[in-house]
């Protein structure tokens, strides 16, 4: 079966998840990948919106973080100064999905301005719930177009903690959990190397070359010293996305929606 | 509390220059009201919101706004806010002042606005860069541990506006779904509107734990059917995500936006929501 | 999550040495579950507890205790808890510390324990002398208006032990009526049990916003029906006020006290309340 | 229509209470007076209990501040730290209504212990609400039997603040709340002088003479330049009182609950 590079990241985010992951979901590229693995090889998956839905088993995806689905189906909704008092910083959850506009060596994340803050060339959302999904989530996976615009040599600005600026920050700051682990795009994988914690290249998707990855990434970009193929997405795996996203978009009543 | 008309409600309670939370995380947005208090030109005002969406693109269009305090200012799902972004970074219709925070802080200010605290501490801003750019980040240390915690000031706005589903004569208001900081926002604020789907004789049968702002926490309940659309009232109707999606190329251009407000705000009847 | 007996639950998750927060305020007041404590003989535990009610001042009674955290301990609307003032004025049966706080403060230190907060700020114990004989009791100025604000550490017991209504079968637990403090001490504590009046299929319709503990915070969920008697269980049966009342006679002399433990909890039955 | 001096000082304190009130309610002889305050003049007066009920309406009185009847009977019920901070500590709360083991001349209550702290003499049940009821309430009245033994010159433990020892630290503090205005015992009503908040006299009950109530207390009591006596009870007042407290008798199963 042919796919697509974003059936492809979509799917090896989806992978990286257990049955027995607790999940704090962000909207777009890693709510598709939370509800793939739950609709595939991980129905256990518990998954948590910042808008305070818990345990939510959306048939379709939703457009936005607190679409009437994910409360529908959810265990239970609470208010959102709990689900970031209780749930986030009380570390009840295993994994934070987060994606960005620019990423950096350490996994720092920038989704606030391109361009000085007081006078942007580009103004973004902002951190949103990033900044302390990050710190409190046992661990991080990010998910990612890959380009030399998104993964820069230096962040405009900070936003979101990964390793931080030097890639030792996190233990200097007295932050147990353990910070992006894992980086999957639509060209690789990428895992921190351990020691630095400089996110390096762990496989690459089929067909993908190691030029590729250079070109498409900001920084001098180094591959971990054994790097594998990432498996190509299954059957079962491409046709639960796709039935996945065909759902979707009838209930949103486009084709456009991601 | 007085049921009033939304018209009323916001000349009364909503004056220029005022810093009002219009809350609803997605679910619930106060949509009529802003476009009502778009229509009576209110001016200077300081805007409050987690999620600034459509509702406070169009007002920041409008020329309603001064400042901005928010954590995250997107379409969801779908993109940019073009019309919060022209503000930020061409200062049209006019500069906007951004006060910028992140979620975990605007909860957890809201909650201690609630709790009539001066002050929210967490843990939260570390290693990031918003605490150089946001002079109301501060930290402080737990007495007992040491450990460094964020603290910023609780959020006590002028005004609170959310919407919810239904009131009974009393006007005591009932949340169901998705609740967002808007219980919060209505307790910290000052003076609080509620705009309803609808008023019953008796909230009747519910959970003894229910989610419901006695009506003497409230300034004003105003009836407005729809008053959420294009956002949407769990159990009345859904979201308007075909419109979301829409929203992106009617506001990309400030033609196209003007044109917009003008023929569905300006010009449409109070207390209606598109 | 597991489904255990009573019995089980307390053998392998409360230790000799534990800090026990076992909750409910008046209502759903885990009795079974401290009979069970009660039974088999745990020592030198910490209680902590809002209310230290007839449950504890049973408790404190047979020597369980070691210390004890509370806020108010009293028989509510009858008097003096009997076993409770004869451990503190004269060391019977074991002498016991205490650890004195305000209901503000415990409730706080409840919510910042499942924030997984180091310690609470809010604004309380101004002008008294409880800060005297409790060094746990700080203070702290807000950066942002110099207000002094009190600070307590955060409660996060060894064990939070609380009854509910129902559990379903994944061991989601669904909480109703008086919600006391029990969520925040689940959350709070390294370890949990919760003992239920029924264990159902399906949690059924419900609020949106019901009040739930997924399966997923808990060590073990035990059916336990009528086990928070002589407390109550909001849709299941009453508070024995009758029982409350006379507890007062049974509770002033050791010997009657004792000759009642031994009756009705030593030789009954386990996972049975009174 | 005779009555007792428990109704005397029941149906006083009641009085006290207006329709817009929005009362925190002890348990005991607080919850007496405010449920018959809205059985009678102030059916508008709303009651918060500590539990977590919210405008609770109970056909008879609880016998604890958790009883099935106030959720019942509330407009909603909310956890315990909600009603300390969102409620009490927010500022919503216009009168809350305390009792004590021991009173001085401030109004300042104890409910720790009788003797000192480490060896007490008489354990007491402890603060529970009071210390922050007492400063986040818009006012605070008290309702206490008077005898030598529980109006003292001196508190062996300061649980609740009434105008501090000095009859100052309310301002010193920065509370911004009245504090107690009014005393009503089972002799006669306080209330606090202007400038010294020292509570005196203001009126006596019905048959009631200085001289008892100089007796019964324990600091060299003074009396206010005019002072009234109290109405008696009428009886449409009684019958309430006695409906609420026979109805209460037969629900607790005993004739002993107040």
Known sequence: MSYTSAEMMTVAAARALGGGDICFVGIGLPSAACNLARLTHAPGLRLIYESGTIETRPDTLPLSIGDPELCQTALTTVGVPEIFRYWLQGGRITVGFLGGAQIDRYANLNTTVIGPYSRPKVRLPGSGGASEIAASCGKIFIIMRQSRRSFVERLDFLTTLGHGRSGAERRALGIATQGPVLVVTDLCTMTPEPETNEMIVASLHPGVSREQVVESTGWPVRFAPVVNETPAPAAAELEALRDLQARTARAHGSAGAE | ?????????????????????????????????????????????????????????????????????????????????????????????????????????????????????????????????????????????????????????????????????????????????????????????????????????????????????????????????????????????????????????????????????????????????R
Chains 1, 4 share one sequence.
């Open chain 2, 1 to 273: 509390m007085e049921f009033l008309s939304l018209g009323e409600a916001v000349e009364r309670f909503v004056a220029d220059g005022d810093q009002v939370a219009m809350e609803g995380f997605t679910h619930l947005i106060p949509f009529a009201a802003g476009h009502e208090i778009i229509r009576r030109g209110r001016r200077e005002l300081t805007l409050i919101r987690m999620t600034p969406d459509l509702l406070y693109d169009q007002m920041i269009g409008m020329g309603t706004a001064r400042r901005l305090v928010f954590s995250w200012g997107g379409n969801p799902g779908v993109g940019s806010l073009h019309r919060f972004r022209d503000a930020v970074e061409n200062g049209w219709p006019a500069p906007i002042e951004i006060v910028e925070h992140s979620h975990a802080a605007m909860a957890n200010a809201y909650e201690a606005g609630a709790a009539g605290m001066p002050c929210a501490v967490f843990r939260g801003y570390r290693g990031t860069d918003l605490p150089e750019v946001n002079p109301g980040i501060r930290f402080l240390r737990c007495p007992f541990t040491g450990e460094e915690l964020a603290c910023v000031a609780s959020l006590r706005p002028d005004v609170a506006i959310v919407h919810a589903q239904k009131a009974d004569r009393e006007g005591n208001v009932m949340v169901e779904g998705i609740l967002g900081v808007q219980k919060e926002a209505v307790l910290a604020a000052r003076r609080a509107i509620v705009t309803v789907e609808e008023v019953v004789d008796e909230l009747g049968p519910r959970s003894p734990n229910a989610v419901i702002l006695p009506g003497w926490t409230l300034s004003a309940v105003c009836l407005a059917p729809g008053g959420a659309r294009p956002s949407y009232a769990h159990g009345y109707y859904g979201r308007d995500n075909a419109f979301y999606l829409a929203w992106d190329a009617i506001s990309r251009e400030r033609e196209s936006f003007l044109e917009w407000m003008r023929r569905n705000v300006l010009e449409a009847p109070p207390g209606e929501a």
